[in-house]
T-cell receptor, first 113, second 114 residues
């Protein structure tokens, strides 16, 4: 069984500040990990994903995440927040093959000018 | 680019009506998924399909059914809509491989049941 916990349903940062969105997962098999972003009234789009190999993954819009197996974490970071980063962010975990992804409950990011 | 389209962005229905939500993808993906999204609950999987005429229950299938007669189209059916089915419905698709592939999402259908 797999599960995802996103710490903090709402995170607020100042423009230009570091963005840190936390994700911890549980998986009985080697995990595939994803971060998706959802802008208002839109579907989800992929920010980045970890499959195998390098544990630091770079995504779109300056975001990156690091897979830490010992901590079962996949936190999302961005060095400097921009107003356009305001959105909802979802972490997801899946196993190999065609098992469905399991999504976290989401974290809403607000960016204050 | 992968494109996943959903038949309606907004839908208003009455309690007891039969509701059809349609999803079409243009990338020849084998896998298709239906989720509902509610505030504070994230995305919950309703049904998914790995191939034409195949379907699997997700975490919350009660009150829903699905149909996949063609590879590109996956329909979600609310047999008798109820107010607790008011929600945002998201469709997604992905290719079938031995790995876990990216799911591509449609824009969503916001359903209000009165």
């Amino acid at each position: 069984a797999q599960s995802v916990t996103q710490l903090g349903s709402h995170v607020s940062v100042s423009e230009g500040a570091l963005v840190l969105l936390r994700c911890n997962y549980s998986s009985s098999v080697p995990p595939y990990l994803f971060w998706y972003v959802q802008y208002p009234n839109q579907g989800l789009q992929l920010l980045l994903k970890y499959t195998t190999g390098a544990t630091l993954v770079k995504g779109i819009n300056g975001f990156e995440a690091e897979f830490k197996k010992s901590e079962t974490s996949f936190h999302l970071t961005k060095p400097s927040a921009h107003m356009s980063d305001a959105a909802e962010y979802f972490c997801a975990v899946g196993g190999a093959g065609n098992t469905p992804l399991v999504f976290g409950k989401g974290t809403r990011l607000s960016v204050i000018a | 680019d992968v494109k996943v389209t959903q038949s309606s962005r907004y839908l208003v229905k009455r309690t007891g009506e039969k509701v059809f939500l349609e999803c079409v993808q243009d990338m020849d993906h084998e896998n298709m998924f239906w989720y509902r999204q509610d505030p504070g609950l994230g995305l919950r999987l309703i049904y998914f399909s790995y191939d034409v005429k195949m379907k699997e229950k997700g975490d919350i299938p009660e009150g829903y059914s699905v149909s996949r007669e063609k590879k590109e189209r996956f329909s979600l059916i609310l047999e008798s809509a109820s107010t607790n089915q008011t929600s945002m419905y998201l469709c997604a698709s992905s290719p079938r491989t031995s790995k876990q592939e990216t799911q591509y999402f449609g824009p969503g259908t916001r359903l209000l049941v009165l």
